[in-house]
């Protein structure tokens, strides 16, 4: 019981206190963006079993590999302003990458 409340309030309270970083004009935004990013779960359902506890989803769904955190990674670092992207670029890769930290702590740590 204690797992799945940490794993849906890593999921679902930690985005309210991550968006403070966009600052208040942006915060409800943010928070929103960071809890779209959670439709990354989307690839479980090309998986069969969709769900098992015994597998960890970082590595194996597609939009959970390495290649795809990489990419999360760069979105977090990379010079938005120069290179004429939004605000929210960052928001969806800062989002993604602690969706992957969850999932992962969620199978490695709960053992």
Known sequence: ML???VHYGLHFLAPYFLAFLWGRSRQ???YLILLATML???DH???QPIFDPNRCSVGFHLLHSYPMIVLYALLCIL???RLG???W???VGVGLLFHMATD???FYLWQ
């Open 3 to 5: 797992r799945g409340i």
């Open 28 to 30: 409800f935004k943010a």
């Open 40 to 42: 990354v779960d989307l």
């Open 45 to 47: 359902l090309l998986a």
């Open 79 to 81: 010079p938005l302003h």
């Open 85 to 87: 992207l939004p605000w």
């Open 89 to 91: 670029v960052r928001v």
């Open 104 to 106: 992962w702590q969620d």
